[in-house]
């Protein structure tokens, strides 16, 4: 994202921080981890992959972007990171 999170409680505060300023903003937050899971808090969802291997949340994000692109949501979506491939396979589904 634009801000660098020093832990994951700080990215989740930075993320609360975020839809407090922007009323019809939500936020998901997609983490790679163990164990297939989410919670929601307002309007800001954190979800765990589950399983295992890299780049999990990548695939997670770039399949749900993929569905997204279908049903023509892709304007009301925006996604922040500092990973430079992953933004680069984001970009690539967005511009088709």
Known sequence: ???????RADLV??????VAEHPSDFVWIVLDGPRASSSVDGRVRVSYTGGVGAHRADKFICDFLRMARFR?????????TN?????????RIFAS
């Open 1 to 7: 994202a634009d801000k660098v999170a020093k832990d």
């Open 13 to 18: 505060a930075q993320a609360k921080a975020h």
């Open 72 to 80: 023509g949501d892709l304007g009301r979506i925006e996604v922040r």
């Open 83 to 91: 990973d430079k491939d992953f933004k680069k396979e984001v970009k």
